[in-house]
């Protein structure tokens, strides 16, 4: 999918979202990435090959009282 130089990564490696932004949807919650991957703002993501990625953003950090 990837048409700039240097390329992407791949939506299989790593550091997939490190992939340029194609389309933003802030008001939906998600975004699309040059290599097929659409990231939400949860930091739950779509595969182009159907797979998914959980959300991995902490969510249950505790403050100092």
Known sequence: MCQHDPACPPYDHLDRE???????????????????????????????????IAPHRPTDIRTAA
């Open 18 to 52: 490190a992939a340029r932004l194609v389309a933003s949807h802030p008001e939906q919650g998600w975004s699309l990435l040059c290599n097929g991957v659409v990231v939400f703002e949860d930091t739950g993501e779509l595969l182009p090959d159907g797979g998914v």
